[in-house]
């Protein structure tokens, strides 16, 4: 049965009740991942400096942490648009974009540099991109909606709708790969010469990028085809089968690929082939998170790896992996989320690890030695 505009909303905020009986910690304990650190990303206001990005250890131990001027979610009607995290890890540390469209990594050591500038501003934009492995490269998409004009019962949009996909190395120049403006959207019945192309990740086959993917929905969201993209700009391959569409793929090529029928989901590689079968929903597959050897995988409310189920607390959202035995979330009381834990997974039972921070987790950074 598909789910309401509200149950989709609950589902990224909120987790249903699971099996298990996991055991509560007042304070973090030591674990065989700790030489690992969370990246974090905060929101506390509205105003000009009003999130920041953290990197935490597994201890609770804020390492490093730099605010930024946060984004706001486009108008485009009485639906949810579906947005890309700020934030996504990478091997120096924790990438995030502003609502400006300037990109800039966090380090462990606390320094911050700016590696890419997207001209933007936080009101009717819409941003998505994907850096290379090694950090020297990004692609990005820039969505341009036009301007709200309030009227009943909904606000309008009146002017022209325009897409950029701009190439830049880190730290240096920025290239428009393509540039298309439109009369109406890319969701128009009628028809749009726009499709945007938005970078979800990169493989060693390049940048891979939701192309033609709904901006929003009332229902489930199961993100879109997933291609490659050339040094033109130009879709080259599909990745993950032609009956498949996701909004993640890691940099092995491995993704949660999404099936029509029933928003089934399987777990594949770049070529199609199916790894393995999660007992995982696909209504909204910005919630589907793998772990990095892509052996385990969530959807918020239903966690499992090749193994079997790893159980959840009750009223607990879990919003991705460290790895295939440790996952990362916060419990859920009305709507209302508490601190983040980690749960680790022993023979018996589940274990809690209180974080003592708060916010939405991005991603496992492995300092380099």
Not at 129 to 157: C, H, I, K, N, Q
Request: hydrophobic share 45%; charged share 10%.
């Amino acid at each position: 049965m598909r789910r309401s505009f509200i149950g989709l909303l609950g589902l990224l905020l909120a987790a249903a009740a699971c099996g298990g009986t996991p055991t509560g910690h007042p304070s973090p304990s030591p674990s065989p991942t700790a030489v690992s650190v969370l990246a974090v990303v905060q929101h506390y206001d509205t105003s000009a400096q009003g999130a920041a990005v953290a990197l935490v250890g597994l201890d609770g131990t804020v390492t490093a942490r730099a605010t930024f001027q946060p984004r706001q979610s486009p108008y485009v009607g009485n639906v949810a648009v579906m947005l890309q995290n700020e934030a996504q890890v990478g091997r120096a540390g924790v990438y995030y974009a502003d609502g400006n469209g300037v990109v800039r990594l966090l380090e462990p050591s606390g320094k911050v540099t700016v590696v890419a500038t997207f001209p933007m501003t936080p009101v009717q934009h819409e941003l998505w991109y994907a850096v290379s492995p090694d950090g020297s490269r990004l692609l990005a998409g820039v969505l341009t909606m036009p301007d709200v004009v309030p009227a009943e019962p909904f606000p309008t949009l009146s002017g022209t709708w325009k897409f950029d996909l701009v190439s830049a190395t880190a730290g240096g120049a920025s290239t428009v790969l393509q540039h298309v403006e439109s009369a109406v959207g890319p969701d128009s019945p009628q028809g749009s010469p726009l499709k945007p192309i938005f970078p979800i990740g990169w493989t060693q086959a390049g940048p891979v990028a939701m192309v033609g993917a709904p901006l929003a929905t009332q229902n489930l969201w199961t993100g879109g085809p997933l291609y490659t993209i050339d040094a033109t700009g130009r879709a080259a391959t599909r990745i993950g089968g032609d009956d498949a569409t996701s909004a993640a793929i890691l940099p092995t090529g491995i993704l949660p690929a999404v099936t029509a029928q029933g928003a089934r989901v399987t777990v594949r590689d770049s070529a199609g082939n199916v790894l393995w079968t999660p007992a995982v929903d696909g209504y909204n597959a910005l919630s589907l998170k793998l772990s990095p050897a892509g052996d385990a995988i969530t959807d918020g409310h239903h966690a499992v790896t090749r193994e079997g189920p790893f159980r959840l607390p009750a009223d607990y959202f879990a919003a991705g992996w460290v790895d295939a035995t440790t996952v990362v979330g916060a419990s859920n009381q009305n709507g209302v989320a508490g601190d983040l834990t980690y749960l680790s997974s022993g023979d018996s039972a589940v274990t809690i690890h209180h974080l003592g921070v708060s916010g939405a987790f991005v991603g496992v950074v492995h300092p380099v030695a």
